[in-house]
């Protein structure tokens, strides 16, 4: 019996993967990791299960000519397989025609997604290699994550530093710390994950050893498990979307009181003066004080006011999870968090200031390595025409219609082709039943996959790809001092090839294999990046063993050594010296750029909005529960969730809705019972777990469940197995970043009546076989 052990990088963690006559039969934790995180495990029975694509598919409305929308539905047809020769023959014939009439302007490539966390078969920057080589696409910008921050940031900082690299490093929060306030909590499901791969979980030590050392941490959160695991923690909670109020509320009682640092704001701040007149109420006649706040947050005054005290008084590090950006004004929390941070005037001090993505990731915190690892290089866009990547419904509907953002007017290309490798807007964008619409609009969708996502149902061509363990890669955990040789475990499930041959392939009928592939099969690529990175580490005094031996033994440890940081230290101790990236050069409390945009949804400082949808509007009549949808705690987005470890967090099949039980007994509603999630934009099913960890008139339903409508290819279609894009808005934060605002999302929650339908999500999709489809279309001439 042949068998192998072989390590092996994910997003979620490094593990021992074990094979017995090709297959997978083991996947355990690697030793170093003091954390580990479960997800792997779901690896086995998914990777050579019925849900692989196992040979190229094509939708058979394509194949029968349909180009157009209101044809044949994406999402409802059945597929044809057909040979690899013939499907790539098809495809390059499709790219050159898109481009020979369109222009490369009417290729969308957004493969927004994690993919593969290895260096050198990362989906996304394969395809947009591949498609620079052959003359540019249109890109998407920005992140679902984190996008209004990529902007406003900039704005008032200068760059993304904190945001997700470059922050106070937990060293010194552990050491220096007495206060830890964070708006959105610490939640342990995100610090599992980190883009790039890890090696060792440290968040929820830090934390442990943090409030050991004497701290006191506050989750401000409507949630209860927004808390770090094992943690001693004050739950303070609050309204969802008015975390910007109780900010605000919080710097009125330090200037009413002469708590706020004067020194600090005139040394390193511009703006404190119209900072000041609207908090005071001196711009607008309405004080942001707590008695104001109060009736927006749910927070009792008193209890602000005790807390801006206990602010001033102690060393606080004011942390901000990236979940509060992604609602109806999301730019606004941010600003505030830093205007906050630049009062109490701890910016740049030991254990002070703020940060943003703290166990968002579990990078975060973590020393940087002090040199860069390397990434395939993706060539040169020709294309100038982008979008933020929230956009991508509305681009498909409205091509040629017009848009700001970043002070800039825009407008939408004319998609003809989508092409997309690593990722699923079947899970990542807000109101699905809008994108299924949207989806029909281009005339050929090319997808990538190793699975039948929702995505892949969704498209015409589908062509199969490998996973991470039928292939060699290599991985350079990201902040971690872990290589790991990725190397292939078992051979390619059914006729699944790596992005890099399709790729290689597709463009050697294009005539530009030699640009693409510079020479190089995909083993000396690896080979050309673990260099790259040996010489980066060189640089700075850090020696990497040779290849050989790191292919050899299967991972290595670099030398390392905490190298403590404080963000923004060199800034607050020469400010002139040290100049921000911003027109003054400082913390612009009131950014003059932005004021002049002349948006009424994010003017020139900070500022309260009310939401379009959150429990103090008028729509909440109706639909009177506010609905959070966070990351899950048992997969990665969408990754693995036919996988065991998913599967057994599931509610008879479903995604679990967490409900308050006050708001359960309302409506009748039992623990296990099958519940109708609903709202004018959609509705879903999802198994209700009724717990008093989140506060009443609060829901909760994780991302990840694969969209499983009941009418596939319809709109609205009741979603089967409790996916909350079918609810969440697909409107942009302002028009000054354009980003999502899932956590702005109002809805009502009803038992489920009648014979509950089944979840079909993991069944693969009606197959045809070649004969079903008479006029196979032959290649075609290529420019």
Known sequence: MESRTLLTTMHWGTYEVSAENGRLVGVEPWSGDPDPSPIGRSMLGTTEGSMRVSRPAFRRGWLEGDRSAGRGRRGSEPFVEVPWETALDLVAAELDRVRVEHGNAAVYAGSYGWASAGRFHHAQSQVHRFLNTIGGYTRSILSYS??????????????????????????GIVRHSELIVAFGGLPWRNAQIQGGGT??????????????????LINVSPVRDDAPRAVETEWLRLRPNSDTALMLALCHTLISEGRHDEAFLAHCCTGFEMVRAYVMGESDGQPKNPAWAAALTGVAEDRMVALAREMAAKRTMVMVSWSLQRADHGEQPYWAAITLAALLGQIGLPGGGFGFGYSSTNGAGRPELGFRWPSLPQGYNKVSSFIPVARVADMLLNPGGSFEFNGAALSYPDIRLVYWAGGNPFHHHQDLNRLVEAWQRPETIIVHEPFWTATARHADIVLPVTTTVERNDLAFSNRDNLMVAMKQVIEPVGEARDDYRIFADLATRLGVREPFTEGRDAGEWIRLLYAQAAENAAAVGIDMPPFERFWHDGHAELRRQINSQIFLGAFRADPERHRLATPSGRIELFSLAIDAFGYDDCPGHAVWREPLEWLGSSLAGQFPLHLLSPQPADKLHSQYDHGSVSRAGKVSGRAPLLINPMDAAARGIQDGEIVLVFNDRGSCLAGAIVTDGLMPGVVQLPTGAWFDPSEPGQSPSLEKHGNPNVLTADRGTSRLAQSPTCNSTLVQVSRFSGTVPPVTAFDPPAMLSLPDVPDLPGPKGFS
């Open 146 to 171: 984190y996008g209004a921050a990529e902007v406003i940031l900039p704005h008032v900082l200068g760059s993304t530093d904190g945001l997700t690299g470059n922050h106070s490093t937990w060293d």
């Open 199 to 216: 090696g060792r979980h440290e968040a929820s030590a830090a934390l442990r050893k943090a409030v050991g050392n004497g701290a006191r």
